[in-house]
């Protein structure tokens, strides 16, 4: 097992996308070896694409965020980590696993994080807070970033990015910038369905990066289609931000995946085309928030016509840095 992050060296080169498949661990009560044969049915699905890595979500209850009842019931799943290390040994990709940090306290997770890299290979890791502020929390994020920064293992950390908070606080790019500080080398976004919050966001940071003299961080943009009106709830549910007439034309829609494939589309070239004078690094993760065979087949779908997207992007950020290079 490799001592170090591929993903680290990776994201160091802007000239390149970074493009991930985003998945969960199967539900606990899923015999073991079954646990096996999902990872491989994933693994073949994809066989045919492209991709970076891997992410493995950890799946909280976050009944405390919202009042309103969740479309899916919540069961607990596998250990992440275990799930993260089968995926790593069968398709010999990096695998990002994230963490919810709020309910242990700083021995654990150090305990936890040593396990992690030396019984499961995890070698990059996202931290995750309480989903609200009402929850006791034993672990502030701030802690469990500098637990992992001195732990005697190198992980590669990242943190997570919410373009719905930035509209409502305005300050989700200082946020960005502090958790640099804290040790985080590249953050992952909360789905997105409302490009104009996202396109705020990423236009603020790049602007206090330069007045500050920062090198931007690597954000990876996560898009998820969504094929009926309770995976368009759960959306909902999950505090991701869907306009109105976003909504209407899902549902309004003859086929509502292939429509929502279209706007996830259109989303990402809105957002591209307004943050291109920045340079910033970017980089795409695809999911599926159900395990729908149709909503799968859409994630794979929506990866192809995306990262065709992304690279068209990232060339053209080449040229301009290419042109002003000649200046």
Known sequence: MNNESELRIRYNDITRGVYFIG??????????????????????RVSDIDFDGLIVYDIQDENSRTSKPRPFPFKTTH????????????????VITYKSVGQSNAEDFNQWADQAWQEYG??????????????????????????????????FIGGVTIAERHARKGNEHLRLIEKHQQGCNFFISQAIYNPQATID????????????????????????????????????????????????????????????????????????????PYNLPLGLNIESLTNRKEEIDGSILLYKLLRSTMDSYL????LGNLLQAKK
């Open 23 to 44: 998945t969960t661990p199967p539900k606990s009560d899923t015999p073991i070896e079954q646990v096996e044969s999902i990872a491989e049915k994933l693994l073949e």
């Open 79 to 94: 250990d992440p980590r275990l799930y993260s290390s089968l995926l790593q040994k069968k398709s010999s990709r990096p």
């Open 122 to 155: 995890v070698r990059d890791l996202v931290l995750v807070g309480s989903p609200s502020t009402k929850n006791q929390v034993s672990l502030p994020l701030e802690q469990a970033y500098q637990t992992l920064v001195n732990n005697d293992n190198n992980f």
């Open 201 to 276: 966001q990423l236009t603020r940071y790049a602007i206090e990066c330069q007045k500050q003299n920062l090198k931007p961080q690597r954000i990876i943009l996560t898009f998820s289609p969504c094929g009926s009106e309770k995976t368009l709830e759960f959306i909902d549910w999950l505090g991701v931000s869907v306009p109105e007439a976003t909504s209407l034309r899902i549902l309004n829609a003859d086929n509502p995946l292939y429509e929502s494939i279209r706007i996830c589309s259109n989303s990402l070239q809105q957002i591209l085309d307004a943050v291109l």
């Open 315 to 318: 060339a053209k950020q080449e």
